[in-house]
């Protein structure tokens, strides 16, 4: 079966925007029981030249010769249940293609926890009282990581710890909780090994090692996902067939190719900097010494 890539923003954003799947998804992911799924898009404009002929002629460029791209931040709403009863968090999903994407990250979680609209009222003895919604951020990233390696998804958590005696606190507080936040970090790389559980078999479908010679497709077999995940993959096999999100993919490689032909450009410019710097350093030291001899 042949699917649309969702390492593809236009694809994965199409997937997700079925609030069914989008629910199965997250809910696999974070393992608790999501009620209630309302899915609130961001939307974040990054412009590149289209008409390179443009750049190589370093003709002025016009406005009818660019090409804005909208980048998706995925931001939900969901009300799920907990041992402590039900609660409404905010989940924001990011991908990100490039390492130095982690400022955008950091970014985003700041705006998060400064909105004055991601609040949820609750109701005690008959008093109505704000509360903060909690956050929880899941990461899909295009790269490995540096150190942690042959480990599909990685959750961090939020723990209590007595600095005495060193043990766990297990009660919940909802002032650390509005504080601090949980996060799961999924490095596509990772997602080519041998499948360990339900979760590792869904995630499958981001595998890169199934492309086809046109990257925009993977190849998949239905019958390795469970009966509950199908609508997922089916999801991305109506995907090919949209002309829409085929010229956005189109259009996602073009960025691509430009971002990394900017940060190959950037790299000599470090080495030529570097190189220089290391002849001044040579002549001031050969003027040290020519000074000292006189």
């Known amino acids: 079966m042949q699917i649309a890539n969702p390492i593809y923003d236009v694809v994965f954003k199409y997937l997700m925007e079925d609030s069914k799947i989008a629910k199965l998804l997250i809910s696999s992911i974070i393992k608790q029981d999501i009620e209630i799924l309302e899915f609130r898009p961001q939307e974040f404009i990054a412009e590149i030249e289209r008409n390179k002929a443009v750049k190589k002629k370093k003709v002025k460029k016009k406005k009818d010769e660019m090409t804005f791209f909208t980048v998706y931040l995925l931001d939900f ?36 926890y400064s909105n004055k609209e991601n609040i949820y009222i609750t109701e005690n003895d008959g008093k109505r009282i704000k509360k903060a919604c909690e956050i929880i951020s899941i990461y899909f990233l295009g790269h ?9 998804v990685i959750k961090s958590e939020k723990k209590y710890i007595d600095v005495s005696s060193g043990k766990e606190i297990k009660q919940k507080e909802y002032f ?35 492309r086809t010679e046109d990257h925009h497709i993977l190849n998949v077999k239905e019958d390795d996902f469970s ?34 032909e900017r940060e190959r450009e950037l790299a000599v410019k470090d080495v030529i900097i570097e190189e220089q710097s290391k002849t001044i350093e040579q002549l001031q030291r050969e003027i040290n010494e020519l000074k000292r001899t006189k």
Not at 241 to 258: F, G, Q
């Open 176 to 210: 650390i909780d509005s504080l601090n936040h949980e996060s799961y970090t999924i490095p596509i790389p990772e997602l080519k090994e041998k499948r360990r559980n339900e979760l590792e078999k869904l995630l499958s479908v981001f595998d890169q090692s199934n």
């Open 77 to 112: 709403s969901a009300k799920i249940k907990t041992p402590e009863g039900e609660k409404i968090v905010l989940i924001e999903i990011q991908k990100a293609k490039f390492a130095t994407d982690i400022m955008r990250f950091r970014k985003s979680l700041g705006s998060q």
């Open 227 to 260: 009966e509950e995940f199908r609508e997922l993959i089916r999801r991305l096999q109506k995907a090919v067939n949209e002309p829409e999100i085929r010229a956005k993919m189109d259009l996602e490689d073009e960025i691509i190719e430009e971002l990394e």
């Open 144 to 152: 490995e990581l540096e150190n942690i390696h042959g480990v599909p």
